[in-house]
T-cell receptor, first 112, second 112 residues
Framework: QKEVEQDPGPLSVPEGAIVSLNCTYSNSAFQYFMWYRQYSRKGPELLMYTYSSGNKEDGRFTAQVDKSSKYISLFIRDSQPSDSATYLC????????????FGQGTELSVKP | DADVTQTPRNRITKTGKRIMLECSQTKGHDRMYWYRQDPGLGLRLIYYSFDVKDINKGEISDGYSVSRQAQAKFSLSLESAIPNQTALYFCATGRARANEQFFGPGTRLTVL
């Protein structure tokens, strides 16, 4: 069993829809949770960063962490065609710049 | 702009050949990482380096070696390439005591 599981999709939604992307994990020592966005033919870039449980909002994006269930989510409101990308969750036990464990990535397509 | 660059961007090679992928950064970060990305498997860490004299194996280091020639340069070598090393390879950089990693544009490697 992989430490981090993510539904690979692909996920296709109409413009304006609310998108929910999810990851589950097995390592209870993970404390730092990230979402990276990767456009086609590009490297991933950090989108959201959270510590421990709770919610964090940034514009149309909300990251949610439930450590008791070992489950994290990324919500995208009013999705736009420019949100079409692969979204990867990533986790770490500490913030010392060491190893990140990535999910498989979910490919999202937002249709106009 | 401070950046992470990778050369070559695309490479086709034959089984048994030695190949080197190069990464350079102008971000001034101490930490550098090599990942491979495969469909359905996400990003997996090959090697990482916290400074010029500190190199560590990642999750899937077998068949690979690295060299940290300077703070700004980190090379990945495949001593004898095999077809299952066909993948997208990413270099990334990061700061100490921080989890955000900054990725290069990737190298698409095909081993025939």
């Amino acid at each position: 069993q992989k430490e981090v599981e993510q539904d690979p999709g692909p996920l296709s939604v109409p413009e304006g829809a609310i998108v929910s992307l999810n990851c589950t994990y097995s390592n209870s020592a993970f404390q730092y949770f990230m979402w990276y966005r990767q456009y086609s033919r590009k490297g991933p870039e950090l989108l959201m960063y959270t510590y421990s449980s709770g919610n964090k909002e940034d514009g149309r994006f909300t990251a949610q962490v439930d450590k008791s269930s070992k489950y994290i989510s990324l919500f995208i409101r009013d999705s736009q065609p420019s949100d079409s990308a692969t979204y990867l969750c990533a986790m770490s036990e500490d913030n010392q710049g060491g190893k990140l464990i990535f999910g498989q990535g979910t490919e999202l397509s937002v249709k106009p | 702009d401070a950046d992470v660059t990778q050369t070559p961007r695309n490479r086709i090679t034959k089984t048994g050949k030695r190949i080197m992928l190069e990464c350079s950064q102008t971000k001034g970060h101490d930490r550098m990482y090599w990942y491979r990305q495969d469909p359905g498997l996400g990003l997996r860490l090959i090697y990482y380096s916290f400074d010029v004299k500190d190199i560590n194996k990642g999750e899937i280091s077998d068949g690979y070696s690295v060299s940290r020639q300077a703070q700004a340069k980190f090379s990945l070598s495949l001593e004898s390439a095999i077809p299952n090393q066909t993948a997208l390879y990413f270099c990334a950089t990061g700061r100490a005591r921080a989890n955000e990693q900054f990725f290069g544009p990737g190298t698409r490697l095909t081993v025939l």
